[in-house]
Each structure stands twice: as C-alpha cells, then as structure tokens.
T-cell receptor, first 110, second 112 residues
Framework: GQNIDQPTEMTATEGAIVQINCTYQ??????LFWYQQHAGEAPTFLSY????GLEEKGRFSSFLSRSKGYSYLLLKELQMKDSASYLC???????????FGTGTRLLVSP | DADVTQTPRNRITKTGKRIMLECSQT?????MYWYRQDPGLGLRLIYY???????NKGEISDGYSVSRQAQAKFSLSLESAIPNQTALYFC???????????FGPGTRLTVL
C-alpha cells in the first residue's frame, strides 16, 4: 500500500527559507513528485526525484532519500504568492498512477 | 488557451440525478485520469485510461463510470449522485513515458 505523511500547515515570513518534509511508505516506488496547489485551483508540477539527492530549480529544491523514505521541498526567498498547498506525491511502478499526500498548507506573511 | 479543460466548472444537483463531467485536452496526450479531492484528504484516483481502448478503475471507482470518446476526451459519470460525492473533481493528462501530469481547472460538484 501507499502511505504519505507531511505536516498539515506551516507558516513563514516573506524572504525566508522554508523546508517542507515528507515521509512515505510505498510499494513499487517509481519516484517522488512535488505539486503546488493554490486554493481552489489545479495542482501544478514543481519537481520530480527518482534518484537520491537534491534537484534544484530556481528558488525551489527537492531532496530524496529512498532508503529513508524521505523527501523535502525547500523554498527560498519566499514570496507572498508562494502561499499555497504543497503536495507530496509518489508514483507507482508499472503505471503512471500518482498517490497524493494530503498536502502542507504554507502561509507566507509579510 | 487552456490545454486541459473541464465542463462544467461548477454544478449543483440533487440526490439520484445522473451527472456527466467532461474533460477535453489539446496536449495530444494518450493518458487521461479522473481524481476527486475532499478537504483533509489527498487527491484520489477514480479512473484512468492509457489510450482510447483502455479503461482502468482507480482506488475509488464505485458509483462512477467513464467513457473515453476520443484521445482528447474523457468523461466521468455519476449514475445516481449521492451527497458524499460532493467534491472537487480534476481531470489530468500525461504523455506515455513522461511522469508529469497536467491538471484541468477542476469541477466543483455539490450533491444536495
């Protein structure tokens, strides 16, 4: 089965750095995704890690440790528009089915 | 122009009614998906289709049916809507061999 655990809510200040952690247990692991979802809107793809290590893309970075079943999303130089939910998502081997965590709601304050 | 569109965007209906939600895409992707999102729960997969002749149940398919009318169109039906089907429904697409899924804007369905 699949199980994903991430904090429900986090707060941070504009310009700061925030790290959103995710732990997972999954059979047939085929990569870990992070999606961003603003309230009432569609999720949008942020990152994908299939191998251990850090992937950097502008202000956003994502890290994966497969042996620990652990990932984090790092957001730097926070902006007000980064206030959103961040979904930790695993992919299942053999298909392209995604299993979504419940999301971490990030509130960025001035 | 949106690559993945959903109609309607909002719908209020009554228990027992038949409802169809439609999804169209111009991305040329083979794979299409239907999810529902409920407060406090992650998105859950209802049905998915890897090509026009391929339909598969997801984790919560009971009470739903789908039709893949063409590569670009994938419809979700609720044969007899019930209040616990009140949710935000998303359609998504992906290309074969590519892991990223692209989501439509969502349909907010309320069943009274």
């Amino acid at each position: 089965g699949q199980n994903i655990d991430q904090p429900t809510e986090m707060t941070a200040t504009e310009g700061a750095i925030v790290q959103i952690n995710c732990t997972y247990q999954t059979s047939g692991f085929n990569g870990l995704f992070w999606y961003q979802q603003h309230a009432g809107e569609a999720p949008t793809f942020l990152s994908y890690n299939v191998l251990d290590g850090l992937e950097e893309k502008g202000r956003f970075s994502s890290f994966l440790s497969r042996s620990k079943g652990y990932s984090y999303l790092l957001l730097k130089e926070l902006q007000m528009k980064d206030s959103a939910s961040y979904l930790c998502v695993t992919g299942a081997t053999g298909f392209q089915k995604l299993v979504f965590g419940t999301g971490t709601r990030l509130l960025v304050s001035p | 122009d949106a690559d993945v569109t959903q109609t309607p965007r909002n719908r209020i209906t009554k228990t027992g009614k038949r409802i169809m939600l439609e999804c169209s895409q111009t991305k040329g992707h083979d794979r299409m998906y239907w999810y529902r999102q409920d407060p406090g729960l992650g998105l859950r997969l209802i049905y998915y289709s890897f090509d026009v002749k391929d339909i598969n149940k997801g984790e919560i398919s009971d009470g739903y049916s789908v039709s893949r009318q063409a590569q670009a169109k994938f419809s979700l039906s609720l044969e007899s809507a019930i209040p616990n089907q009140t949710a935000l429904y998303f359609c998504a697409t992906s290309a074969t061999g590519i892991v990223e899924q692209f989501f439509g804007p969502g349909t907010r369905l309320t069943v009274l």
